[in-house]
């Protein structure tokens, strides 16, 4: 089976700009998440969602959004991207308890 | 609020044995988990605790004391591969499925 797939893989982006960045989780799995990962730091939770309804929200500025589609495919969306931006954000799908994490999107911006 | 910590850096031999510990304040806990990360990639699984006491899964065991806010992911037979960062995670309870990420271990394994 595939596992969490990501895309883009890597994005540079102005200052200012938006972003939408796309999960495909495992099949089977209702659930998704996003995280940001800061060079040198752990993954920040950003948004869950189950079945379409945001289930958790971490602690990120309104400029960060994120949906659901009936597919159970998600995007993130980042709005007037600033340089503190710029990280690695991971998303993970889950079935029950384990959480699998896709491979990432870098996003660098100047 | 929840509140994780874990050495920066360690260092081992191949095939020496290595403890990575990690300990939690949370005001909800939900279980623990432990994941390896290389360099440039996502974290991948490593294990699962949500009872006290050890899960052993080949090289890779772990330990939780619930009442001790702490836990400890044991690497046997250190290879060379296994060098990579070793993230702990606390999952809270309600109805998010939020892991809360420590800083990460850089675990080095030299010859």
């Known amino acids: 089976d595939a596992g969490v797939t990501q895309s883009p893989t890597h994005l540079i982006k102005t200052r200012g700009q938006h972003v939408t960045l796309r999960c495909s989780p495992i099949?089977?799995?209702?659930?998704v998440s996003w995280y940001q990962q800061v060079l040198g730091q752990g993954p920040q939770f950003i948004f869950q969602?189950?079945?379409?309804?945001?289930?958790g929200r971490g602690n990120f500025p309104d400029r960060f959004s994120a949906r659901q589609f009936p597919n159970y495919s998600s995007e993130l969306n980042v709005n007037a991207l600033l340089l503190g931006d710029s990280a690695l954000y991971l998303c993970?799908?889950?079935?029950?308890?384990?959480?699998?994490f896709g491979p990432g999107t870098r996003l660098t911006v100047t | 609020g929840q509140n994780i910590d874990q050495p920066t850096e360690m260092t081992a031999t191949e095939g020496a044995i290595v403890q990575i510990n990690c300990t939690y304040q949370?005001?909800?806990?939900?279980?623990l988990f432990w994941y390896q990360q290389h360099a440039g990639e996502a974290p991948t699984f490593l294990s699962y605790?949500?009872?006290?006491g050890l899960e052993e899964k080949g090289r890779f065991s772990s330990f939780l004391s619930r009442s001790k806010g702490y836990s400890y992911l044991l690497l046997k037979e250190l290879q060379m591969k296994d060098s990579a960062s070793y993230l702990c995670?606390?999952?809270?309870?309600?109805?998010?499925?939020?892991?809360?990420f420590g800083t990460g271990t850089r675990l080095q394994v030299t010859l």
């Open positions: 993970a799908s889950s079935f029950s308890v384990e959480q699998y």
């Open positions: 099949s089977g799995h209702k659930s």
């Open positions: 969602y189950y079945e379409k309804e945001e289930r």
């Open positions: 949370t005001s909800g806990f939900n279980g």
């Open positions: 605790n949500v009872l006290d």
């Open positions: 995670a606390v999952r809270s309870t309600g109805t998010a499925s939020k892991l809360t």
